[in-house]
């Protein structure tokens, strides 16, 4: 029997790293409830929410769209987060391409997704790809480069999250 220990969800280290940036304006994607627009409103910041079928009592405001079309005007948040969502798109990239769209210059992106050699507790709940999905944490920074070619980009102290920042 394996036993994992989960030492701090990522919403908590996601926000903390949004703070130290000072945002006004941030977007959750794929965001269920809203964990993280939770924790940033107190602060002031800006929060909308988004996610395909939203649950009860989530975040508001929430906003019910697609995210390989957002219904956001280009270039208006600060940050903008995907957590553990865009494996759920055939094409992550299209959904990367959007948060790019809708961050402004100079703003940054936070990304996260399972590994598929670490997570296997996860299995369970993700959808069936076999070993691989769209969007996996070995290969999240390579295709995050791909809409931000000429940004920092980088992987956090937890390897299936990337950050980049967009070119000013």
């Given at each position: 029997m394996s036993e994992y220990l989960v030492t701090e969800g990522l919403?908590?280290?996601?926000?903390?790293?949004i703070r130290a940036d000072s945002p006004e304006w941030f977007a959750e994607l794929g965001a269920a409830t809203g964990p993280i627009s939770h924790l940033l409103e107190p602060d002031g910041i800006r929060c909308v929410a988004i996610d395909l079928n939203p649950p009860p009592r989530?975040?508001?405001?929430?906003?019910?769209?697609?995210?390989?079309?957002?219904?956001?005007?280009?270039?208006?948040?600060?940050?903008?987060?995907?957590?553990?969502?865009l494996y759920f798109l055939d094409d992550p990239s299209v959904?990367?391409?959007?948060?790019?769209?809708?961050?402004?210059?100079?703003?940054?992106?936070?990304?996260s997704a399972?590994?598929?050699?670490?997570?296997?507790?996860?299995?369970?709940?993700?959808?069936?790809?076999?070993?691989?999905?769209p969007f996996d944490a070995e290969e999240v920074a390579e295709i995050v480069a791909g809409s931000f070619e000429d940004a920092s980009s980088s992987r956090g102290k937890n390897p299936r999250t990337t950050c980049a920042i967009r070119p000013q």
């Amino acid at each position: 029997m394996s036993e994992y220990l989960v030492t701090e969800g990522l919403e908590a280290a996601f926000a903390r790293r949004i703070r130290a940036d000072s945002p006004e304006w941030f977007a959750e994607l794929g965001a269920a409830t809203g964990p993280i627009s939770h924790l940033l409103e107190p602060d002031g910041i800006r929060c909308v929410a988004i996610d395909l079928n939203p649950p009860p009592r989530a975040f508001s405001p929430m906003v019910c769209a697609d995210l390989r079309q957002l219904p956001l005007p280009t270039a208006r948040f600060d940050t903008v987060s995907a957590v553990n969502c865009l494996y759920f798109l055939d094409d992550p990239s299209v959904g990367v391409r959007e948060a790019h769209r809708v961050l402004r210059p100079g703003g940054l992106f936070l990304t996260s997704a399972p590994s598929r050699y670490h997570d296997p507790e996860l299995r369970h709940v993700l959808p069936d790809w076999g070993e691989r999905s769209p969007f996996d944490a070995e290969e999240v920074a390579e295709i995050v480069a791909g809409s931000f070619e000429d940004a920092s980009s980088s992987r956090g102290k937890n390897p299936r999250t990337t950050c980049a920042i967009r070119p000013q």
